[in-house]
């Protein structure tokens, strides 16, 4: 098989792991290297008339199963409602001190959502206060609980803008940087986006998108609260928050308490960052995608002889 179709079934075997079927100018998008329009499309054409992969309207999967476009095509409305829930929820959450930007991550940002789905949040804070940020924003989600709506509010990832690279480069990484859906932050989201180009050397054809944030206007009371804190009483009430922050979690992961939904809740922390840490849960993943893909590239010899 020629390397654009080896290509193809790459970009497909990784969201067939989230049994997520692509359009062609998903595929297109995710591709490992590049090619010209022309040459992938009689690609595409040629893998689908060899039925190595199966072609639903205008979706393409692995999987001879209508079921996953139905799937996705439910999810894509889902997310929808969900986007525009998650628009009204940064314009909320940007009038905090010391936040910069605001992105919606995790399933969402590819455009999916069920009705257990979560609206993750990528969050971008000014240099040396994540923690002070994260501290009142996560204080705030405490009172959601009381109205139901802490779903709404997975502020789950954060950096700050002394550190906009994401030191992790791999494919996963990659895919969740370049799929970010910018909400607030314009200026701050396109330093991030240009911190990151290392994401050209997995996706050489998707090119992070021109900033679509809206402009962030502090407000007075904003202001006032940063200028009370720029200064090294900040610096030390940052530095106590990440220290009690980090020893709470890695109690939570120690006992083993799980999240809502049934994994052990575990935080990687840091001065300028601070994201989840489900155990081994990117390896596994990446793991399972060359699997995926040494099977259907290279078949077991019996499946062959079916």
């Not at 994994?263 to 699997?291: C, G």
Request: glycine letters at 4%; one cysteine or more.
């Amino acid at each position: 098989m020629t390397e654009i179709k080896d290509d193809i079934l790459a970009s497909l075997a990784y969201f067939d792991i989230f049994n997520y079927p692509l359009t062609s100018g998903e595929i297109f998008l995710f591709l490992k290297n590049k090619y010209e329009q022309p040459e992938f499309d009689m690609a595409l054409k040629c893998l689908v008339g060899n039925r190595h992969i199966f072609q639903f309207g205008g979706f393409y999967s692995l999987k001879d199963d209508y079921a996953v476009i139905d799937r996705r095509i439910k999810g894509n409305k889902k997310a929808a409602e969900l986007i525009s829930i998650a628009e009204k929820v940064s314009d909320w959450l940007i009038k905090f001190p010391y936040v910069r930007g605001i992105a919606i991550s995790g399933s969402l940002s590819k455009n999916f959502a069920d009705d257990n789905s979560d609206i993750d949040l990528f969050i971008i804070t000014a240099k040396n206060r994540l923690w002070i940020a994260r501290t009142l924003m996560h204080l705030f989600k405490k009172l959601t609980y009381l109205v139901n709506k802490q779903d709404y509010f997975c502020m789950n990832y954060y950096v700050d803008e002394e550190q906009l690279e994401i030191v992790e480069k791999t494919l996963y990484t990659a895919i969740e940087i370049v799929t970010l859906i910018p909400l607030q932050g314009d200026n701050v989201i396109e330093r991030f986006y240009a911190a990151n180009t290392w994401t050209r050397n997995y996706l050489p054809n998707k090119i992070m998108r021109v900033s679509s944030a809206k402009t962030v206007k502090p407000s007075l009371l904003k202001l006032a609260i940063e200028a009370l804190l720029n200064n090294r009483i900040g610096n030390f009430i940052d530095n106590i928050l990440m220290k009690v922050t980090a020893h709470r979690w890695l109690k939570k992961t120690q006992l083993k308490k799980v999240n809502a939904h049934g994994s052990v809740m575990a935080m990687d922390t840091a001065k300028h960052y601070a994201k989840p840490d489900p155990k081994n849960f990117q390896t596994n993943l990446l793991r399972q995608y060359e699997i995926k893909i040494a099977n259907i590239l290279h078949p077991p010899q019996n499946s062959l002889a079916q």
